[in-house]
């Protein structure tokens, strides 16, 4: 981290105590749970961070159990009965503010700030891993996006970084704007804009118009990169250009794109896409080891970011082989246990509706083994207002067409999709919640099977997806 302890008391007007000598933090952290060695972590409290963010200073002990090596309080009677190094100040909120606002407009980095209603943090994630070959680059590699996560980002950049990252959820009016002026960044980039959380919006077009208001505060010289391939592409060029007149950059398939996918084969057996590009003109073909139909275009994103940002684009796509994936990119796994072995098609952690289009063709492409069987759980989607109860009915074809033969499905708003199913006899279980399916579901899992499960996230399929790896091994394939 670029900031001292003495730089930090200068810039909030804080007082340390307990504080031997001027030291050095990794990083600045609110959460707890993220706390990683030497971190310097933040209090709340409701008065100033509202009760969404709750970390009090009764949390101390905790806080320095978890590796911080200081904090940031607010109650001055603290510092006689907490011996470790603690900063006072008058309002905790507002000292992260200064902090990330002084890094922000005194280190001279370029910020990339990525949104997108599916794919963001994907692309944060290959963005890091494949520039970070070549330079030292900065970002929180967890779903940190909202006010506070990119703050404690911003604040915790070192002398050695050359680039930051940063990505926003823009899930409602002003979001972006407010986002896109805490960052000022120099890249925008939205990845695709589709129809998740759209009741968050009020209509598609409100959403348009909020996921455009990203570029509110972009840097006049910078650019703003765009999927041209998404199906509301002309419409959100549109609104960008509403809003202020910016150098709008292109991914996709189409000729006109800045970068241009030329060719695209998913190889069955290496479960790898071998793709051909053209990146600002320079072709180049690379691999990637990830599922997914949207691979191909996806990964032109953080190439054509790596062309702007000056760095070597041929030396990062060649890097793309040995990328791994995380868990909210989904993964195919095999598990094993003292008698049997099972694959798993991991989408339990997001579920938006372009997911799980591309996921069910995914699971289309991949067979059980031995005499093994194809079951899904399907988790509802969620947020996506009027258009639920279709959106839920496309899905049947696609478990179809994937050959399921037992499915499982999780939350009130599937039951449109059972109507839907031309061979009912495959639906085994429906449940409100997962604990309703659980128990019959892990029975069900045999010797060869291959299992997949996508759902929201705020239906816990996750919990469920960690009993299953329980059962035995884990051995990631992709």
């Not at 609110?30 to 100033?48: A, M």
């Not at 890094?103 to 990525?114: E, M, S, T, Y």
Request: with cysteine.
């Amino acid at each position: 981290m670029y900031l001292t302890s003495d730089m930090i008391s200068e810039i909030t007007g804080g007082k340390w105590y307990n504080l031997e000598k001027n030291i050095e933090f990794h990083g600045i952290r609110v959460n707890i749970t993220r706390l990683e060695k030497d971190d310097i972590c933040f209090t709340t409290n409701p008065e100033q961070w509202g009760k969404k963010i709750s970390n009090t200073e009764k949390s101390l002990g905790t806080i320095f159990e978890n590796g911080a090596s200081a904090a940031v309080i607010t109650n001055k009677d603290l510092v006689k009965v907490i011996t470790k190094p603690l900063l006072v100040v008058e309002n905790s909120k507002k000292a992260l503010e200064n902090i990330a606002f002084y890094v922000r407009d005194n280190i001279k980095v370029p910020r990339v700030l990525v949104t997108g209603t599916e794919g963001k943090t994907g692309f944060k994630n290959q963005l890091y891993s494949l520039l970070s070959k070549q330079i030292s680059v900065h970002a929180k590699l967890d779903s940190s996006n909202l006010n506070v996560p990119i703050m404690c980002s911003l604040a915790s950049i070192s002398k050695d970084d050359k680039v930051e990252i940063i990505e926003a959820s823009v899930a409602g009016p002003d979001v972006g704007v407010t986002r896109s002026d805490i960052v000022k960044p120099n890249i925008c980039v939205i990845t695709q804009v589709g129809l998740a959380h759209v009741s968050t919006h009020g209509s598609v077009e409100n959403m348009i118009k909020n996921k455009a208001s990203i570029v509110n505060s972009l840097h006049p010289k910078g650019i703003c990169i765009v999927n041209a391939d998404s199906k509301k592409y002309d419409k959100l060029r549109e609104e960008i250009y509403r809003r202020k007149y910016v150098d709008i950059k292109t991914f996709g398939s189409g000729k006109k794109c800045n970068a241009r996918l030329i060719d695209a084969t998913f190889d069955q057996d290496e479960l790898v896409w071998d793709i051909v590009a053209q990146i600002e003109g320079q072709t180049i073909s690379y691999k990637v080891p990830l599922l997914g139909d949207y691979v191909p275009v996806a990964s032109l994103a953080p190439l054509l970011t790596i062309h702007y940002l000056g760095y070597d684009v041929k030396k990062a796509a060649a890097e793309f082989i040995n990328f791994k994936s995380m868990d909210t990119m989904g993964g195919l796994n095999e598990v094993v246990t003292s008698n049997k072995k099972f694959r798993f098609y991991d989408h339990s952690h997001r579920g938006s509706m372009l997911g799980y289009t591309s996921a069910l063709k995914d699971f289309a492409k991949l067979n059980p083994q031995k005499n093994g069987k194809k079951i899904a759980v399907i988790g509802q989607m969620m947020n996506i207002g009027s258009i639920s109860k279709q959106a839920h009915k496309d899905l049947a074809p696609l478990i179809e067409s994937a050959k399921v033969d037992r499915l499982y499905t999780v939350g009130k708003f599937t039951k449109p999709l059972h109507e839907e199913l031309k061979d009912k006899s495959i639906l085994i279980k429906h449940g409100d919640k997962y604990q309703d399916i659980e128990e019959e579901f892990l029975n069900d899992i045999a010797d060869g099977d291959i299992i997949f499960m996508k759902g929201n996230h705020r239906i816990w399929l996750k919990e469920l997806a960690s009993k299953i790896y329980a059962m035995g091994e884990k051995h990631e394939i992709r």
